[in-house]
């Protein structure tokens, strides 16, 4: 399952109606933790052989994300397009996926922990709720054996080793470090543009509508705003042992944090 | 009628977890404000004994589900016993923690119950009678805040790790412990194969100080003096995605828009120009400290202190200063 995100080089503005971003002049990618999702099924596939489907939920501008994962490898994709959906909380959003996950067969469903944009760090999970099954979270190693998929997972002050009987859904933690997704090659730009790539409607999920969309969310941006600038700090005076000692001074006296 | 605020608390390794006060404390501000009652759901092996300190931080009354096979959080055996608490109690605010953890059994409560959810909230504030909830998306660059819709109850929200205040802890209160029945599943699917703690290693995500480098570190090696300042300070080392792509530290490590978005009470940049992903994961620290020979760094727009100076100098020099403050103390 991939999102299509702004660029993390975007500068943000709010939009004129106080709750959006303004998406005027923003380059659109693949959610980098997505983005490592499909590199993990992409290995997956290199070493067992398996099919990868791309799933999206719109707008139509998705469909240049699911043509670069195509492009990367990727056998066929799917979008969820349609204006009904608009509006959605992320409960919204998994009904959506989920429904569409019911009609495809798979072992193993992979996807980003979140999306860069709104963080909601919660889409992916509720997927799995809705099709009870397990989820692993935030995956920095996965490996599928036997009807099962192992992953690592860092959490505080800890790191565990942890496994579920497929099908499952495991979503992808890490860095662009542990996961390097591979580039797209020409050969690979050239086979995706011939590669299926299905847009589907709600109608065709068998989902009720009365389940998405913004009359259905429960939960709504109500604003939204920049972070209030900060204050213009101060340079420390001095040569470097006296800055030293200067900094010390301020940390400890005026800022009272060490 | 949903009424009162319900905190799902975090138990490991026989305690509760730190951020755990923090909700509870943030928990008791909103019950407070709403003139409701505070509740607790506390799940864990071993967990009842140790329930009732949840009460110096205000909890009244603490749901407890003492299971060896709680042992370890695994969904599909924490969300149905949280899940039934919750429909027999029907709070009308529930929190959580938004660790690892604390945002799994969120969203899986929040899909089971059909709820509205807001993840790694900042302020929480109750107006009219609900819950307004602002958290940062962008990682930060941009903040916003969330209300429910009419009647959508729970209104659910976890905290970040660090940016609620805790309460000073009352002794003299304590919490009424109960232990409802709960339908478990017999055994769990998932299994947790192998537990490795990273021995004295503070977590950056709920670390109080950060010292962080970059590119101008120069080389994994020159790390060791970042790792001796945050040793002094009792914090964490952090890094920038520049020094994570090279090999030079651990991923775990990065600060940023793809990596930790971190709110320490103190980050030290180190060598860091400032890139705007780095910039958003750290902008919201509470002081922050930029070193960097290039007074054009972009850093210092975001620091309290900046210390143009070259950092081999600088940092020794810091240690040395920081180790009298501490033979003063």
């Given at each position: 399952?991939?999102?299509?995100?702004?660029?993390?080089?975007?500068?943000?503005?709010?939009?004129?109606?106080?709750?959006?971003?303004?998406?005027?002049?923003?380059?659109?990618?693949?959610?980098?933790?997505?983005?490592?999702?499909?590199?993990?099924?992409?290995?997956?596939?290199?070493?067992?052989?398996?099919?990868?489907?791309?799933?999206?939920?719109?707008?139509?501008?998705?469909?240049?994300?699911?043509?670069?994962?195509?492009?990367?490898?990727?056998?066929?994709?799917?979008?969820?397009?349609?204006?009904?959906?608009?509006?959605?909380?992320?409960?919204?959003?998994?009904?959506?996926?989920?429904?569409?996950?019911?009609?495809?067969?798979?072992?193993?469903?992979?996807?980003?922990?979140?999306?860069?944009?709104?963080?909601?760090?919660?889409?992916?999970?509720?997927?799995?709720?809705?099709?009870?099954?397990?989820?692993?979270?935030?995956?920095?190693?996965?490996?599928?054996a036997d009807g099962r998929v192992r992953v690592e997972r860092p959490i505080e002050g800890a790191k565990l080793k942890l496994e579920a009987p497929l099908p499952a859904l495991v979503?992808?933690?890490?860095?662009?470090?542990?996961?390097?997704?591979?580039?797209?090659?020409?050969?690979?730009?050239?086979?995706?543009?011939?590669?299926?790539?299905?847009?589907?409607?709600?109608?065709?999920?068998?989902?009720?509508?009365?389940?998405?969309?913004?009359?259905?969310?429960?939960?709504?941006?109500?604003?939204?705003?920049?972070?209030?600038?900060?204050?213009?700090?101060?340079?420390?005076?001095?040569?470097?042992?006296?800055?030293?000692?200067?900094?010390?001074?301020?940390?400890?006296?005026?800022?009272?944090?060490? | 009628?949903?009424?009162?605020?319900?905190?799902?608390?975090?138990?490991?390794?026989?305690?509760?977890?730190?951020?755990?006060?923090?909700?509870?404390?943030?928990?008791?501000?909103?019950?407070?404000?709403?003139?409701?009652?505070?509740?607790?759901?506390?799940?864990?092996?071993?967990?009842?004994?140790?329930?009732?300190?949840?009460?110096?931080?205000?909890?009244?009354?603490?749901?407890?589900?003492?299971?060896?096979?709680?042992?370890?959080?695994?969904?599909?055996?924490?969300?149905?016993?949280?899940?039934?608490?919750?429909?027999?109690?029907?709070?009308?605010?529930?929190?959580?923690?938004?660790?690892?953890?604390?945002?799994?059994?969120?969203?899986?409560?929040?899909?089971?119950?059909?709820?509205?959810?807001?993840?790694?909230?900042?302020?929480?504030?109750?107006?009219?009678?609900?819950?307004?909830?602002?958290?940062?998306?962008?990682?930060?660059?941009?903040?916003?805040?969330?209300?429910?819709?009419?009647?959508?109850?729970?209104?659910?929200?976890?905290?970040?790790?660090?940016?609620?205040?805790?309460?000073?802890?009352?002794?003299?209160?304590?919490?009424?412990?109960?232990?409802?029945?709960?339908?478990?599943?017999?055994?769990?699917?998932?299994?947790?194969?192998?537990?490795?703690?990273?021995?004295?290693?503070?977590?950056?995500?709920?670390?109080?100080?950060?010292?962080?480098?970059?590119?101008?570190?120069?080389?994994?090696?020159?790390?060791?003096?970042?790792?001796?300042?945050?040793?002094?300070?009792?914090?964490?080392?952090?890094?920038?995605?520049?020094?994570?792509?090279?090999?030079?530290?651990?991923?775990?490590?990065?600060?940023?828009?793809?990596?930790?978005?971190?709110?320490?009470?103190?980050?030290?940049?180190?060598?860091?120009?400032?890139?705007?992903?780095?910039?958003?994961?750290?902008?919201?620290?509470?002081?922050?400290?930029?070193?960097?020979?290039?007074?054009?760094?972009?850093?210092?727009?975001?620091?309290?202190?900046?210390?143009?100076?070259?950092?081999?100098?600088?940092?020794?020099?810091?240690?040395?200063?920081?180790?009298?403050?501490?033979?003063?103390?």
């Open positions: 399952m991939l999102k299509q995100v702004p660029d993390t080089e975007t500068v943000i503005k709010i939009g004129p109606d106080g709750k959006s971003i303004a998406t005027s002049d923003i380059k659109w990618v693949i959610n980098p933790y997505d983005e490592y999702a499909v590199e993990a099924a992409l290995r997956l596939k290199d070493s067992q052989g398996a099919n990868v489907t791309l799933l999206s939920l719109g707008p139509q501008r998705a469909v240049e994300s699911i043509r670069s994962a195509l492009a990367m490898g990727a056998d066929q994709g799917i979008l969820v397009d349609d204006p009904a959906t608009e509006g959605s909380d992320a409960l919204g959003k998994a009904r959506v996926l989920a429904a569409a996950l019911k009609q495809l067969p798979f072992d193993l469903i992979v996807c980003g922990h979140r999306a860069v944009d709104d963080d909601e760090n919660q889409v992916g999970i509720m997927v799995a709720e809705l099709l009870d099954i397990p989820h692993l979270a935030l995956a920095v190693a996965l490996e599928v979503t992808l933690g890490g860095a662009h470090a542990v996961w390097n997704p591979r580039y797209a090659s020409l050969p690979g730009i050239m086979k995706a543009k011939k590669k299926p790539l299905e847009i589907k409607k709600l109608a065709d999920l068998e989902l009720p509508p009365e389940q998405v969309g913004a009359a259905a969310a429960r939960v709504r941006v109500a604003s939204l705003e920049l972070p209030v600038p900060r204050q213009a700090g101060v340079l420390v005076p001095g040569d470097t042992a006296g800055k030293a000692r200067e900094l010390v001074r301020l940390l400890h006296e005026e800022a009272k944090v060490i | 009628m949903a009424q009162g605020v319900c905190v799902i608390t975090e138990f490991r390794g026989g305690a509760f977890r730190r951020v755990s006060f923090e909700v509870a404390s943030e928990g008791r501000r909103l019950a407070d404000a709403l003139g409701e009652p505070l509740t607790a759901i506390a799940l864990g092996d071993g967990v009842a004994a140790a329930a009732a300190v949840l009460g110096h931080y205000g909890v009244e009354k603490v749901y407890a589900v003492d299971q060896a096979l709680l042992k370890d959080y695994l969904a599909e055996t924490y969300a149905p016993a949280a899940a039934e608490i919750l429909k027999t109690l029907q709070p009308r605010v529930v929190l959580s923690a938004a660790s690892v953890d604390g945002k799994d059994l969120s969203a899986r409560l929040a899909a089971r119950l059909g709820a509205g959810l807001a993840q790694d909230c900042t302020a929480l504030k109750i107006e009219g009678g609900a819950l307004r909830a602002q958290r940062p998306v962008y990682a930060g660059k941009a903040y916003a805040w969330y209300e429910w819709a009419d009647g959508a109850t729970p209104q659910m929200a976890s905290c970040r790790p660090n940016v609620m205040a805790c309460l000073p802890p009352d002794p003299s209160r304590s919490a009424v412990v109960e232990t409802p029945a709960v339908t478990l599943p017999a055994a769990a699917k998932c299994r947790v194969l192998s537990v490795e703690a990273a021995a004295g290693k503070v977590d950056l995500a709920e670390a109080q100080t950060i010292v962080s480098g970059g590119r101008g570190m120069k080389g994994p090696e020159n790390f060791a003096i970042l790792e001796e300042l945050a040793q002094l300070l009792g914090g964490a080392v952090g890094a920038s995605r520049a020094t994570v792509d090279a090999g030079w530290r651990p991923h775990s490590d990065q600060v940023g828009q793809t990596g930790k978005v971190v709110t320490p009470t103190l980050y030290i940049a180190c060598g860091i120009s400032g890139a705007i992903q780095h910039l958003a994961g750290m902008g919201s620290s509470k002081f922050i400290v930029a070193v960097n020979k290039d007074p054009e760094a972009p850093i210092f727009s975001k620091a309290d202190y900046g210390v143009v100076e070259d950092l081999f100098q600088f940092v020794p020099a810091l240690i040395e200063e920081l180790k009298k403050l501490k033979a003063a103390c």
